[in-house]
């Protein structure tokens, strides 16, 4: 079964560094996610990316954090200089048709800021 | 404020009972979605409901959806330890098709 892949697994990282999470999405689907989860707390959306751009981004993804699609098959999130409160995991989705279809997830990036 | 809501927070059954998790959602959806989230890994998708659809089964699950009560349900049967987890609903807002928002979730202990 496709599968939604993540790299690093884990990552951590000193205050103000800049980290770049990895994900490669599945081949076929046309939408892609980035959700994180700190612990014990509610998975939160933070970017949709459609068609080589953000479709939506929520409150939490200000201007430390982007998106890019540098070819055709990875996906990253940058986090340009890294707080305490940025720890949590962070998850890759991407789906076919939006939100019509469920999400294909991957296993997470877990990101320690020390 | 939130769009999907848990409920219990957490359920611990024996092995073999039914578990039933509920979820109360604000605003008009198309659909809902039901996710699974193993400790500390990715979230897998379990089962779509569509808003024109009262009940969904797919092997030892079943989904119900009352739009008029913003409410949906997912009952395991015949539950396995191996079914601990927590379990989220999610749902896409109407006005967006590139958002889904997910619920607090259920954590679901079932005791062998």
């Known amino acids: 079964e496709p599968e939604v892949t993540q790299t690093p697994s884990h990552q951590v990282t000193q205050m103000g560094q800049e980290v770049i999470l990895r994900c490669v999405p599945i081949?076929?689907?046309?939408?892609f996610y980035w959700y994180r989860q700190i612990l014990g707390q509610k998975v939160e959306f933070l970017v949709s990316?459609?068609?080589?751009?953000?479709?939506?981004k929520s409150e939490i993804f200000d201007d430390q954090f982007s998106v890019e699609r540098p070819d055709g098959s990875n996906f990253t999130l940058k986090i340009r200089s890294t707080k305490l409160e940025d720890s949590a995991m962070y998850f890759c989705?991407?789906?076919?048709?939006?939100?019509?279809?469920?999400?294909?997830f991957g296993s997470g990036t877990r990101l320690t800021v020390v | 404020s939130q769009q999907g809501e848990e409920d219990p927070q957490a359920l611990s059954i024996q092995e073999g009972e039914n578990a039933t998790m509920n979820c109360s959602y604000k605003?008009?959806?198309?659909?809902l979605q039901w996710y699974r989230q193993n400790s500390g890994r990715g979230l897998v998708h379990l089962i779509l409901?569509?808003?024109?659809?009262r009940e969904k089964h797919s092997g030892r699950l079943r989904v119900t959806l009352d739009t008029s009560k913003k409410s949906s349900s997912l009952l395991i049967t015949a539950s396995r330890a191996a079914d601990t987890a927590s379990y989220f609903c999610?749902?896409?807002?109407?006005?967006?098709?590139?958002?889904?928002?997910f619920g607090s979730g259920t954590r679901l202990l079932v005791r062998p």
């Open positions: 409901i569509r808003s024109n659809e």
């Open positions: 989705a991407s789906s076919e048709t939006g939100t019509l279809h469920g999400y294909t």
């Open positions: 999610a749902t896409p807002l109407m006005d967006s098709s590139y958002k889904l928002i």
């Open positions: 990316f459609y068609n080589n751009e953000i479709s939506e």
């Open positions: 081949s076929n689907h046309l939408y």
């Open positions: 605003t008009s959806i198309n659909n």
